[in-house]
T-cell receptor, first 113, second 113 residues
């Protein structure tokens, strides 16, 4: 069964304290891995898509990386405005066709000034 | 750009009542998705439309749930009769085509008493 596990469930950082969020996945064939950010009371906002092991994407203080079993979202020198829940999702290849997104439960990040 | 529009934003109803959630996707987007988010189960896909045609409704919990997309600019998700376990935040998302890069609406918080 396709599965996505995110860790930790919650992470508290001081402003400027760099860290990483983990997304491990089990899928028969990976077509893509997606990172979203969700602020309280809002819908998820797309951040990155990664398609193959070794691929990296960057946006401001965020960098996403992908291996064959997991993805990391690295946050460099975070600011309070980076506080949010970060969701990881995978899209599997199903019988040669594209499957739907399977989401993890997210990591809630809090950055204190 | 207005983004994905959902209404109502909040809905409180009593068990057994019919509930209709509405969604207007981003103009020009061909794919539309309905998701449900709870603390226990996270974000789950309910149904996926492409060019107004339902492609995958395997996530619809049971016959009490139904979804329609009569045209490219409007979709509804109906629950009849509603039950307390249907309480959740329901999101609509759209994309230019397929599963990639989905844009989420603000969600409808449904409470069934």
């Amino acid at each position: 069964e396709d599965q996505v596990t995110q860790s930790p469930e919650a992470l508290r950082l001081q402003e400027g304290e760099s860290s990483s969020l983990n997304c491990s996945y089990t899928v028969s064939g990976l077509r893509g891995l997606f990172w979203y950010r969700q602020d309280p009371g809002k819908g998820p906002e797309f951040l990155f898509t990664l398609y193959s092991a070794g691929e990296e994407k960057e946006k401001e203080r965020l960098k996403a990386t992908l291996t064959k079993k997991e993805s990391f979202l690295h946050i460099t020198a975070p600011k309070p405005e980076d506080s949010a829940t970060y969701l990881c999702a995978v899209q599997a290849l199903v019988g040669g066709s594209q499957g739907n997104l399977i989401f993890g439960k997210g990591t809630k990040l809090s950055v204190k000034p | 750009d207005a983004g994905v529009i959902q209404s109502p934003r909040h809905e409180v109803t009593e068990m057994g009542q019919e509930v209709t959630l509405r969604c207007k996707p981003i103009s020009g987007h061909n794919s539309l998705f309905w998701y449900r988010q709870t603390m226990m189960r996270g974000l789950e896909l309910l149904i996926y439309f492409n060019n107004n045609v339902p492609i995958d409704d395997s996530g619809m919990p049971e016959d009490r749930f139904s979804a329609k997309m009569p045209n490219a600019s409007f979709s509804t998700l109906k629950i009849q009769p509603s039950e307390p376990r249907d309480s959740a935040v329901y999101f609509c998302a759209s994309s230019p085509g397929g599963v990639d890069t989905q844009y989420f609406g603000p969600g409808t918080r449904l409470t069934v008493l």
